[in-house]
């Protein structure tokens, strides 16, 4: 059947409706996301099928992981259950800090294999590796733990659910919006290293050595971060 083609029998939910509308809405956006996760599916999947170093065997199925989750909350988002998506996100943010840590530190990557880890602490020992995202990740984090993993004042309101699109409700899916970029920025960084063989075109990381990388963003890098965080744009820097 063709994923345009609708059965007759289908009966559309109220959140198929919100996400037809959020959809229309956000259409550069939703185009972006839609081919940003597909293209980070299937680098991860290709690494995968083809790994030979067993130290990632562990960071890919992280990675592969918090992309699931980011995709669940980019789901949650445009069906309008905006309340749960902060959590999500904030459960993909910490599943990638602690596949950078592994892959940055090969004894924590042996803790991890034992789960000893101490995973809560991923996200300020990330700030250390990436120093130059490392605010702005702290900052994203922060927000969502305090609003939406702890009960914060997001859950004073009574979020009402309806299919109709109000000014308020389109206002806080704006706000929302960079969160769920950031998380698919966290995730595209780190692949990009992690699945080196299968990136055509490198945005942040230069190869310096046998399995050696060094943060430097391309021009083209820059002017896609640009066009990703739009508004945001200042606050997400690719340079070490």
Avoid at 17 to 29: G, I
Avoid at 160 to 168: I, V
Avoid at 198 to 215: D, F, I, L, M, S
């Amino acid at each position: 059947m063709n994923a345009q083609e609708v059965p007759e029998d289908f009966v559309p939910t109220l959140s198929d409706l919100s996400a037809y509308q959020v959809d229309k809405l956000f259409q550069d956006d939703m185009r972006l996301l839609g081919n940003w996760g597909s293209d980070l599916f299937l680098r991860l999947r290709g690494t995968a099928d083809v790994n030979e170093i067993p130290e990632r065997t562990p960071v890919l199925g992280l990675l592969s992981n918090a992309l699931l989750t980011a995709t669940a909350a980019l789901e949650l988002w445009r069906r309008g259950f905006l309340l749960q998506v902060g959590t999500l996100l904030r459960n993909a943010n910490e599943t990638v800090a602690v596949a950078a840590v592994i892959t940055s530190d090969a004894s924590a990557g042996e803790r991890h294999g034992m789960g000893k880890l101490d995973t809560a602490k991923a996200l300020t020992e990330l700030k250390t590796l990436w120093p130059d995202i490392g605010a702005t990740v702290a900052k994203f984090t922060g927000y969502l733990s305090r609003e939406f993993v702890h009960i914060g004042t997001g859950y004073r309101a009574w979020f009402r659910f309806s299919p109709g699109l109000t000014e308020r409700h389109v206002a806080d899916l704006r706000d929302m919006l960079p969160c769920i970029k950031m998380t698919f920025y966290l995730i595209d960084l780190l692949s990009e290293m992690v699945c080196w063989q299968n990136v055509a075109h490198p945005r942040h990381w230069q190869k310096t050595g046998p399995q050696r990388y060094e943060r430097r963003t391309t021009e083209a890098g820059r002017e896609w971060v640009k066009k990703v965080f739009k508004e945001q744009a200042s606050e997400v820097s690719d340079e070490p």
